[in-house]
C-alpha cells in the first residue's frame, strides 16, 4: 500500500502553471489548444486537485477519474492505462493531448502529443 505525503495536492496546486505553461508555451502553443488530457491518477485527493485547475481551463480528465475508480493508483505507470483510453478511440488528426505523470520526489514528467 503506497501512501502519499498529505501536501502533495497543494503542492501540484501551487506550481501547476509552472509544470503547465512554460512546456506549452515552449511548444508554440497554449492550453486552449489542448484537447486531451492523460492525466495520472495519483490518488483521488490529486485528482480532485487537478480537476478543479483543469475545469477552470473549461478541460476535463473523466479518462482519468475512471481509471482511479477502475485500477486505483499503480504509482506513475497508471497514466499508460490513461493513454490506452485515448488510443482505443477516434481522435481527429492533428489533434493535441497533454500527457501528465508525477513521480517520486515529487517528479513531474510532461510530454506533448499530437495524433
Known amino acids: 500500500k503506497m501512501i502519499l505525503d498529505k501536501s502533495v495536492p497543494e503542492t501540484i496546486a501551487a506550481h501547476f502553471p509552472?509544470?503547465?505553461?512554460?512546456f506549452l508555451k515552449k511548444n508554440s502553443i497554449s492550453i486552449t489548444e489542448v484537447?486531451?488530457?492523460?492525466?495520472?491518477?495519483?490518488?483521488?485527493k490529486i485528482v480532485q486537485t487537478?480537476?478543479?485547475?483543469?475545469?477552470?481551463l473549461g478541460k476535463n480528465i473523466d479518462d482519468t477519474k475512471e481509471v482511479l475508480r477502475l485500477y486505483g493508483n499503480m504509482s506513475s505507470v497508471t497514466v499508460l492505462y490513461v493513454l490506452e483510453r485515448f488510443l482505443n478511440?477516434?481522435?481527429p488528426a492533428e489533434d493535441y493531448g497533454l500527457m501528465l505523470s508525477f513521480g517520486p520526489g515529487f517528479s513531474?514528467?510532461?510530454i506533448l502529443i499530437q495524433w
Request: no cysteine.
Open 35 to 44: 484537447n486531451n488530457l492523460v492525466f495520472h491518477p495519483g490518488g483521488k
Open 108 to 110: 513531474a514528467q510532461r
Open 89 to 91: 478511440r477516434k481522435i
Open 18 to 22: 509552472q509544470i503547465i505553461n512554460p
Open 50 to 56: 487537478v480537476e478543479s485547475l483543469f475545469g477552470a
